[in-house]
């Protein structure tokens, strides 16, 4: 199975700047045969259920705002978020959707500084 | 609108079992795969199960394999966990999922709570 590791376990980053998130797969998740990578990102407000905010490593789920940005291929990804607001505040998950098992990151709690 | 509805939930004890249903709306459940998802108190996402839209392949998380089964009825577009000797570890809110490149549809879940 596909292990997927995220860094950091939590970050605080300020008001409008920029927070990066990490995630590592144990192996690679991109399909050749259509070349796109099976990789997802969720975000988790507190008392909610998870929200999918990328899939396909890079695509923005509908309705999401522009300020998330998710990059990477193969077995090495990143989810960016600019001009930080408040509502951002969660915890955050990579997903590999590569297989039906279906394993998330252990998840990354961004905070405001 | 996809909705998933989840029940089901309650307090067991060590040992015993709970059968979750997942009432699903909105969209062609019978060409579909589906999956549960779980969340411990405080804890991270955990993949559980998965069941093929025509039942023909399932695959479980290492944790659950043995005890927990996935099943479905396309004709009352139902996903259903059967949890069977449940351990304290098993505590959390179960979430069911539709298959596709990312889980666009979440329900509120239901809790399960294992404890003597």
């Known amino acids: 199975d596909i292990v997927m590791t995220q860094s950091p376990d939590s970050l605080a980053v300020s008001l409008g700047e920029r927070a990066t998130i990490n995630c590592k797969s144990s192996q690679s998740v991109l399909f050749n045969s259509n070349n796109k990578n099976y990789l997802s990102w969720y975000q988790q407000k507190a008392g909610q259920p998870p929200k999918l905010l990328i899939y396909?490593?890079?695509t923005r789920e509908s309705g999401v705002p522009d300020r998330f940005s998710g990059s990477g291929s193969g077995t090495d990804f990143t989810l960016t978020i600019s001009n930080l607001q408040a509502e951002d505040v969660a915890v955050y998950y990579c997903?590999?959707?590569?297989?039906?098992?279906?394993?998330f990151g252990q998840g990354t709690r961004l905070e405001i500084k | 609108q996809v909705q998933l509805v989840e029940s089901g939930g309650g307090v067991v004890q060590p040992g015993g079992s709970l059968r979750l249903s997942c009432a699903a709306s909105g969209f062609p459940f019978s060409t579909l795969g589906m999956h549960w998802i779980r969340q411990a108190p405080g804890k991270g996402l955990e993949w559980v199960a998965f069941l093929r839209h025509d039942g023909s392949d399932k695959d479980y998380g290492d944790s659950v394999k043995g005890r927990f089964t996935i099943s479905r009825d396309n004709s009352k577009n139902t996903v259903y966990l059967q949890m069977n000797s449940l351990r304290t570890e098993d505590t959390a809110v179960y979430y069911c999922?539709?298959?596709?490149?990312?889980?666009?549809?979440w329900g509120q879940g239901t809790l399960v709570t294992v404890s003597s």
């Open positions: 396909w490593a890079s």
């Open positions: 997903q590999s959707t590569y297989t039906h098992v279906r394993s």
């Open positions: 999922v539709k298959d596709g490149t990312g889980y666009d549809h």
